[in-house]
């Protein structure tokens, strides 16, 4: 069937944000794209700008698609609960953006809770999986969703071998967590009976503003009654729960890891001992240390133990349910089965500030590119995937945008957020006519793609060159290409990128390249570097940028990961260079920088060298090459950057 026939019809409506976007021309759907609708729009501006906080080298970049079809989707089902900033939990689906919850910092799994905020919300269909633990928690994830493991981020499904080749949970994977989440008690006569005894026996009138509160809203339950005081001889679960949370809010705390509750009474005491045991609490009983008179209690089993008091209890008084800097990567729990279900579910997810959340206890990876799609009202989960915004008049627009009198022809970098080159280019062709216009404006530009269709464009770049600086990025860190496929599984060889390097070269295009990373021991020799370095000269690349190993927290225990499986006897080793974090030694780039210098000099690729092409106007630094490190913050950016 003929593209210009496939129309949308009423199953098709346009989405909300589009009108806000542009003009609608239509919606496309074709077999050949896997159920990817394409919404054709008449853009008002295309031009944009890149905020001043991002850590990027370029300041403006153009996007003709919005949204890909090749996008992870990570996903939980709906009812998985999130741990809140308030210590309580909600239900994936039931989270809103703006909500406050708790996601992670510090490094690979030695890792604290702080407070964050939920930034993008959607669901999806996935085929859905269940993870089983030790504990008996049970999480219903999609195949792509990743959990954090003692040996880093691990898929929920994948393979040792060929393509789908990626870490992935497995019977006996250790997953880093506070341990299965309690039910919060129901608000029952008898809860709401022990919460007033508990609280009142401690001295109420000093109550918090929200203990007081939760108070005042049960006393009517009561009347004039002030039976509730008594401890009741048999009490039942309900009321030991109320008990615990009442004299929690007022004799209670939580303070470096350690939750106590100290009171002078002795049958109080006595019914607090008998509570903390009815609920197989762990606790040591000392004296308090300011008040000799006191009793105390102290929580033991860490903050699993502390997770679980907050949810069976449900104390009123919010900071004293505060977990900011609470150390959570010492736990663990031990996967015992992944299954698929056998069928496909709406599954949840969101974006986070750190880039993380507590699923059912568990430190869950969350997707951090997708909120961009919600700025068009866009559902920012299968929507993403499956529905593309198609500016069909870019080109004309950037031409009329270029034409601006106040426009100072800056460097425009492309393929920073989607990729220009998507397959469906082939089929609307908008990339000609952008670069004509950015040429035809004498405005500098940088392409960063992975799609092989860039090769069509090739003489266009070519004669746009001789107007403009034009430059493309490579990164090539290893000729081997058996480490290859074992390191990077699935991406283009070494044999495709200089034939990438090569055809740019042919078409008069600077090409730099990044040996990016060298790995200590493995690919920084001489005898390794020296003939890459050839290869890249003869392929005609303009100069090399030369980038050790940096392991960032994720990445970090991946690799580490592999380097056991595949190289232990340099475990250790590495050990030694990342001690201090992310970045190696200064003692190793030196001695590195000694081995790379005079090879770069030897084949003319030394970045630092005159170049022969420069005149007098100012080659674009490409996409990621930039002198600066991409702030934490900005590692989605940074992952968009790289031409793999």
Not at 54 to 67: H, K, L, Q, T
Not at 206 to 229: C, I, K, T
Not at 290 to 313: D, W
Not at 547 to 576: C, N, S, T
Request: overall charge positive; proline content about 7%; charged content about 25%.
């Amino acid at each position: 069937m003929r593209w210009e026939q496939l129309r949308a019809g009423k199953e098709e409506p346009a989405l909300p944000g589009l009108g806000a976007f542009g003009d609608v021309v239509r919606s496309v759907r074709a077999p050949e794209f896997g159920g990817v609708t394409f919404h054709e729009v008449r853009a008002r501006s295309v031009l944009n700008r890149v905020p001043e906080s991002s850590a990027v080298p370029f300041r403006w970049s153009v996007n003709p698609y919005r949204g890909c079809s090749h996008a992870c989707t990570y996903c939980l089902e709906g009812d998985t609960p999130v741990l809140m900033a308030d210590g309580r939990a909600k239900p994936i689906a039931e989270l809103r953006v703006g909500d406050r919850i708790m996601g992670t910092r510090g490094h690979g799994v030695a890792r604290r809770l702080v407070p964050t905020e939920v930034l993008a919300h959607w669901t999806t269909v996935r085929p859905a999986y269940r993870v089983t633990l030790d504990d008996g928690t049970r999480i219903v994830a999609g195949p792509d969703h990743r959990f954090l493991s003692s040996r880093g981020w691990k898929y929920v499904t994948g393979s040792k071998l060929g393509t789908a080749q990626r870490p992935h949970l497995e019977s006996g994977t250790e997953l880093v967590g506070g341990g299965r989440f309690t039910r919060t008690p129901d608000d029952t006569l008898g809860y709401r009976a022990g919460y007033l005894c508990g609280m009142l026996r401690s001295g109420g009138f000093a109550a918090e503003s929200d203990a007081a509160a939760r108070a005042l809203a049960y006393l009517p339950d009561f009347g004039s009654s002030v039976g509730f005081m008594r401890i009741p001889r048999e009490p039942d679960a309900h009321w030991a729960r109320g008990f615990l949370a009442g004299l929690f809010d007022l004799a209670g705390g939580y303070r470096r890891g350690t939750l106590s509750i100290a009171h002078d009474e002795n049958e109080v005491v006595d019914m607090l001992f008998a509570a903390l045991d009815r609920f197989s609490f762990g606790y040591d009983t000392v004296g308090h240390r300011q008040h000799p008179g006191r009793r105390q209690a102290r929580l033991t089993g860490g903050t699993g133990e502390v997770l679980r008091f907050l949810h069976l209890v449900d104390p009123a008084v919010e900071w004293k349910r505060s977990l900011d800097g609470t150390v959570i990567g010492g736990i663990r729990r031990t996967v015992t089965s992944v299954a698929p279900m056998g069928l496909e579910l709406p599954l949840f997810d969101i974006t986070t500030g750190t880039g993380d959340f507590i699923a059912d206890g568990m430190v869950s990876h969350n997707c951090f590119a997708r909120n961009t799609h919600t700025y068009l009202d866009f559902d920012a989960g299968r929507d993403f995937d499956t529905q593309v915004v198609v500016k069909v008049n870019a080109p004309e627009v950037l031409a009329a945008q270029l034409k601006r009198p106040s426009w100072q022809r800056e460097p425009v970098a492309m393929g920073t957020n989607t990729d220009p080159y998507q397959r469906v280019e082939g089929r609307y062709r908008l990339m000609p006519g952008i670069i004509r216009a950015l040429a035809g404006s004498g405005t500098p530009l940088s392409i960063l793609t992975k799609g092989t269709m860039l090769s069509r464009d090739l003489p266009l770049l070519e004669s746009a060159g001789k107007d403009v600086p034009v430059h493309l990025a490579v990164s090539l860190a290893l000729l081997d290409g058996d480490l290859q496929r074992r390191l990077e599984p699935g991406t283009p060889t070494p044999r495709a990128r200089l034939d990438l390097i090569r055809k740019a070269a042919a078409a008069g295009l600077p090409c730099s390249v990044m040996v990016a990373p060298v790995l200590p021991y493995l690919t920084d020799s001489p005898e390794a570097l020296d003939p890459l370095f050839a290869q890249l000269a003869d392929a005609g690349a303009t100069r090399v940028t030369v980038l050790p190993l940096h392991l960032r927290p994720g990445a970090r225990e991946w690799f580490a990961a592999w380097l056991k499986r595949e190289y232990p006897a340099l475990a250790p080793r590495y050990r030694r260079l990342y001690a201090r974090g992310s970045y190696v030694d200064r003692g190793y780039r030196e001695r590195l920088a000694t081995v790379v210098g005079p090879l770069l000099r030897r084949h003319g690729l030394d970045p630092r060298a005159p170049r022969a092409h420069s005149e007098t106007r100012t080659e674009p630094d490409p996409p990621g090459e930039a002198g600066a490190e991409v702030p934490e913050q900005r590692a989605g950016e940074a992952e968009q950057l790289r031409l793999l």
